[in-house]
C-alpha cells in the first residue's frame, strides 16, 4: 500500500531564513510519481512539482528546490529566502502504477502548515 | 473561466438529507476524482472515473455514491448526510496514470 508521511506538522521560521519540508513515502511499486501541492490560506490547491520515479535530479525553481532520493525514500522541498507570501500547508503526494492493487489517484500526505513570520 | 468547477461552492445541511456536489471540467481529461479534506488529515480519495463506464472506490467510500453523467462532468452525493461528513470537497482531473492533477476549488460542506 501507499504512504506518504509529512512529520513536520507546523514550522515557524522568519521571513528569509531558508526552511525544508520533509517528505517520506512507501509504494511497492518500481514506477511512481511524487508531487508537491501548496494549499493558501484561500483554500484552493496550488501545483508546485511533479517528478517521475526514473528521474532523481534536483529539480531548482526561482526559491524552490526539490531534493529527491531514491534511497531514502524522501522528497524534500527547501524554500530559500522565504516570505510571507509563502505561508500555506504544504503537500506532498504520491501515486504509483496501481500494479499493488491500489487505487488511482493521489496518497497525500497530512500536510506541513508553514508560517513565515515578518 | 476556470477549468474545473464545483457547485456549489458552500452548503450547509441536515442531518439525514440527501445533497449532491457537482464537479465539471473543460479541459477535456478522461479521469476525474472526488477527494475529501478534513483538518490536520490531508486529502483522501473517496471516487474516481476514468470514464463514463468506469467508477472506482477510492480508500473512504462509504456513504457516498457518484455518478460520471459525461466526459465533463462527475458528482458526488452524500444520500443521507451525517455530520462527520462535514468537510472540504475537491473535485480533480488528469489525463493520464500519474499526471498532474488539476484540482477544482472545493466545496465546503456542513452537516448539522
Known amino acids: 500500500a501507499q504512504k506518504v508521511t509529512q512529520a513536520q506538522t507546523e514550522i515557524s521560521v522568519v521571513e528569509k531564513e531558508d526552511v525544508t519540508l520533509d517528505c517520506v513515502y512507501e509504494?511497492?511499486?518500481?514506477?511512481?510519481?511524487l508531487f508537491w501541492y501548496k494549499q493558501p490560506p484561500s483554500g484552493e490547491l496550488v501545483f508546485l512539482i511533479r517528478?517521475?520515479?526514473?528521474?532523481?535530479q534536483n529539480e531548482i525553481s526561482g526559491r524552490y528546490s526539490w531534493n529527491f532520493q531514491k534511497s531514502t525514500s524522501s522528497f524534500n522541498f527547501t524554500i530559500t529566502a522565504s516570505q510571507v507570501v509563502d505561508s500555506a500547508v504544504y503537500f506532498c503526494?504520491?501515486?504509483?502504477?496501481?500494479?499493488?492493487?491500489?487505487?488511482?489517484?493521489?496518497?497525500f500526505g497530512k500536510g506541513t502548515h508553514l508560517i513565515i513570520q515578518p | 473561466d476556470a477549468d474545473v468547477t464545483q457547485t456549489p461552492r458552500n452548503r450547509i445541511t441536515k442531518t439525514g438529507k440527501r445533497i449532491m456536489l457537482e464537479c465539471s471540467q473543460t479541459?477535456?481529461?478522461?479521469?476525474m476524482y472526488w477527494y475529501r479534506q478534513d483538518p490536520g488529515l490531508g486529502l483522501r480519495l473517496i471516487y474516481y472515473?476514468?470514464?463514463?463506464?468506469?467508477?472506482n472506490k477510492g480508500e473512504i467510500s462509504d456513504g457516498y455514491s457518484v455518478s460520471r453523467q459525461a466526459q465533463a462532468k462527475f458528482s458526488l452525493s452524500l444520500e443521507s448526510a451525517i455530520p462527520n461528513q462535514t468537510a472540504l470537497y475537491f473535485c480533480?482531473?488528469?489525463?493520464?496514470?500519474?499526471?498532474?492533477?488539476?484540482f477544482g476549488p472545493g466545496t465546503r460542506l456542513t452537516v448539522l
Open positions: 517528478r517521475n520515479s526514473f528521474d532523481e
Open positions: 503526494a504520491l501515486s504509483d502504477s496501481g500494479s499493488g492493487g491500489g487505487a488511482d489517484g493521489l496518497t
Open positions: 472515473s476514468f470514464d463514463v463506464k468506469d467508477i
Open positions: 479541459k477535456g481529461h478522461d479521469r
Open positions: 480533480a482531473t488528469s489525463d493520464l496514470q500519474g499526471g498532474e492533477q488539476f
Open positions: 509504494t511497492r511499486d518500481t514506477t511512481y510519481y
